[in-house]
């Protein structure tokens, strides 16, 4: 995952093993990017399970589920860390199954209203929409999206 134009964050764990992390990071470094690699706990599957960037300066974390190194490595690097408020909302609802548009600016699943309470109080603008559908298959937006482009502004 990206935390800046020249610095990344590998998460390894279920999905990526270490020598899968030392590949990417090969890749990266060659781009001239720092790269910061995690150990995730036993249970995360993938990063973006655990950890949403919202701005160059603010991420949202799933307490327990991303590792307090890494929490300390986004602060290290600048960042402010918000933690999702209600662990409920975030199993049964995908709270942080979001998708960053634009600087502190999210689409979200609809019906997370402890969670939207949180990112509205930290500047957020949150859009809401309906992902009932694709919650059956145990995903949310962030499952459907992929990076089309990225401007530095």
């Known amino acids: 995952m990206w935390l800046g134009h020249n610095r990344a964050i590998i998460g390894t764990g279920l999905r990526t093993n270490t020598a899968g992390a030392k590949q990417a990071s090969s890749v990266l470094r060659e781009m001239g990017s720092e790269v910061i690699t995690i150990r995730m706990p036993p249970e995360v599957m993938h990063l973006m399970g655990v950890l949403r960037i919202v701005d160059k300066d603010l991420a949202v974390v799933w307490p327990d589920r991303f590792p307090a190194s890494g929490v300390e490595t986004l602060k290290e690097h600048g960042y402010t860390v918000a933690f999702l408020p209600d662990i409920n909302e975030g199993l049964n609802s995908h709270a942080l199954n979001f998708v960053t548009v634009r600087p502190r600016e999210i689409v979200m ?9 949180l990112y509205e109080r930290l500047g957020i603008t949150c859009h809401t929409v309906e992902v009932d559908e694709i919650q059956k298959a145990a995903g949310s937006i962030g499952c459907l999206t992929g990076v089309l482009y990225r401007r530095e502004e």
């Open 109 to 117: 699943p609809a019906g997370n209203p402890v969670s939207q309470d």
